[in-house]
T-cell receptor, first 118, second 113 residues
Framework: GAVVSQHPSWVICKSGTSVKIECRSL??????MFWYRQFPKQSLMLMAT?????????EQGVEKDKFLINHASLTLSTLTVTSAHPEDSSFYIC??????????????FGDGTRLSIL | AQSVTQLGSHVSVSEGALVLLRCNYS??????LFWYVQYPNQGLQLLLK??????LVKGINGFEAEFKKSETSFHLTKPSAHMSDAAEYFC???????????FGKGITLSVRP
């Protein structure tokens, strides 16, 4: 149980294009989803938190117009990197948590998306 | 505020040896603690969690961790390392208040044949 599917797993695109990454909870309803960015050999950096049907809450320093997050249903959240540039190249990971808000529910992670901007 | 400290960046053990990965936390309220494992080019997989029940928590793949409030620690152990345990391990803390996970910087575990 508690499977999170993230797609695509790897994408290469030209500078200036927009890229959409999907995150789906397959066997549970995700009341909250999180988007992280991970640089090589580093820990995860939280970019934003989204609750179904609400606007995402972005962490300080994350451009909300650059990284568009939509959480339209209890099983799907998307991250769109708009007008991507080489500095946006990174490993992006989503996670999902079910149940009522509260720290004792673990986050379940997708397998990540390797984004490379040429 | 909450934080996690994972001392050192790399631990190397022989196959069959004890694995000990250290994690110390800081939290102004009772914490919830988690250990995650990450294999190359993959997301994070939950190994185990502490949520204020038993202080000794057993997880998957033979791992366990003990919550010690007096030491503000949540060290991860496994009696006998296997080659497949080689990965990156992250300790994380959260509270009921904000529910955001705060991760340690991670430790790379290598297992020697």
């Amino acid at each position: 149980g508690a499977v999170v599917s993230q797609h695509p797993s790897w994408v290469i695109c030209k500078s200036g294009t927009s890229v959409k990454i999907e995150c789906r909870s397959l066997d549970f309803q995700a009341t909250t989803m999180f988007w992280y960015r991970q640089f090589p050999k580093q820990s995860l950096m939280l970019m934003a938190t989204s609750n179904e049907g609400s606007k995402a809450t972005y962490e300080q320093g994350v451009e909300k117009d650059k990284f568009l997050i939509n959480h339209a249903s209890l099983t799907l959240s998307t991250l769109t990197v708009t007008s991507a540039h080489p500095e946006d190249s990174s490993f992006y990971i989503c996670s999902a948590r079910g149940g009522q808000s509260g720290g004792n529910q673990p986050q379940h992670f997708g397998d990540g998306t390797r984004l490379s901007i040429l | 505020a909450q934080s996690v400290t994972q001392l050192g960046s790399h631990v190397s053990v022989s196959e069959g040896a004890l694995v000990l990965l250290r994690c110390n936390y800081s939290s102004s309220v009772p914490p919830y603690l988690f250990w995650y494992v990450q294999y190359p080019n993959q997301g994070l997989q939950l190994l185990l969690k502490y949520t204020s029940a038993a202080t000794l928590v057993k997880g998957i793949n033979g791992f366990e961790a003990e919550f010690k409030k007096s030491e503000t620690s949540f060290h991860l152990t496994k009696p006998s390392a296997h080659m497949s345990d080689a990965a990156e391990y992250f300790c994380a803390v959260t509270t009921g208040a904000n529910s955001k996970l705060t991760f340690g910087k991670g430790i790379t575990l290598s297992v020697r044949p």
